[in-house]
């Protein structure tokens, strides 16, 4: 994932095609001769290419430097880190646990997180302490000498490069284990790499010419990592990215919600999202392959929760306004329907299956519980159903199955669910938990992580007095989202990332059956 967000048309448009065109007829056209003219064609279209391809990868930012370049472009950074910043921040001792001695150590960043996001200079800590610090900037308010225009620039112009080392190491471009939030006031995806569960990257929608309120939601990944999947709730669409963050397919799509994907099949799942009144009564399928789709149609209103059974394929989606869950069976599209009853509605929120397949459990929103359901059975009648705090939304299973985990969203906790004995094995609470939102554990299972949405809320919702305060006030950020990491083995908190505006969505490679 060594490439900056960028969109790139493999095939020319229409109005490039005739421009070319044009050219070849002009040159054929004048008094040189024919094959001179088209010689002379194809040596100024070969330069063109030859230029492109030189330029750096993903940052469309010119040619490749070379290694004298690079180690002389990395020395001007660290002049700067010598300069003005190691005499705190150097060593075992250094301040806020942040080294910048080194190349090394300053991609390590700080004991709270990452210090700088490469390709994203703006976003990087970095740069917002050292010009947009409140009593600041950084470290005027210590009586310390701040950085010069020329000194930020450096610095900027270095992380926008993908903050290369002298030699021209990118960081993290070969993080194998992701996660992805879904930032939904912001039009913005934080990617995060789950080894040292600090932000990486940043995929900013609005270049590709998104709006600002596109609203991506939810996210669902590959097995291999090689691809992942955005729903966008107000702009209607859903988008497939490679690996390296560049868009590469996109279909329209009816106020897109939840994501899954069949990891032994070929299909991508679509359900609708919680803001649409009455949205068509359908799920997407969709061949992930070349994104081609169609919507089936499942009978229930606003089908919300959805998951796929590993092994089966089945899929599985409930209604937000009705006690009815719907199974689909994609190899001869048959569908069957499930009425719980119930005096009032449940509305699922989220559904998580096994990674065996055995189990699947569903979140309501209205009734506070996780209901179990055994996926052997014949019916989808639950085997149990669990008492939660306020407002459940998306579960996630650790890869073993032995652990369930849920954000409580109105509550501002989590529950961690026992699955041997189907019980409440602990409540979390602690700073980060802030309206609850997605889920989802690292594939190792050693980290479980609950996105918050940190939003302004009328009291009686959310526990209206905690809300979260970001560690630094840059002005402006003041509801920053968080992911919270927590520790399986501890089942505590063990560390808040700090993201863009309104947590949403999480979601890592998708676990083969």
Known sequence: MDGKFQVINIEASEPERLCTYDLALFLMETDVKATTGFLLFITVIGAALVATASAAPGDGAGPIETASEQAAHYADVQEVFDTKCVSCHTGPEAARGLSLDSWESTIAGSDHGEAVIAYD????????????FVGGPHPIELDAEGLTDDEVEVLSTWINAGAPSASGEIPFADAEHLLYAANQSEAVVSVIDMETNQVVRTVDLQPLGLPANAWPHHIAVEPDG??????????????????????????DFVRPGL????????????????????????????????????EVGIFIPRPHALAVQPGTGTVFTASLSVNQIASFY???EALELADLGGDRPHTFIGFATSPDGRWMVGTTELTASVFVFDLEQADMIPVDTIAVNAAPWHPTFTPDGRWVYVGNNWDNTATVIDMETREVAKVIEGNGLAQPHGAATSPDGRFAYIASRNLEMPPGHSKYEHMYTPRYDTGGNARAGTVVVIDTATQEIVKVIEIEGYGAGLGTAARMP
């Open 259 to 294: 994501l899954a994907v069949d990891p032994a099949g070929e299909n991508l799942y679509a359900a609708r999202s919680m803001a649409a009144v009455s949205p068509p009564q359908e799920i997407g399928v969709i061949r992930r392959s070349d994104m081609s789709f169609e």
């Open 121 to 132: 200079a703006a976003r990087s800590l970095l740069i917002e302490l050292t010009t947009k």
């Open 330 to 332: 994609p190899e001869d």
């Open 226 to 251: 090689s691809y992942w999947y955005l729903s966008l709730i107000a702009s209607n669409q859903i988008l497939k990215f490679d690996r390296q963050n560049e868009l590469v397919a996109q279909i």
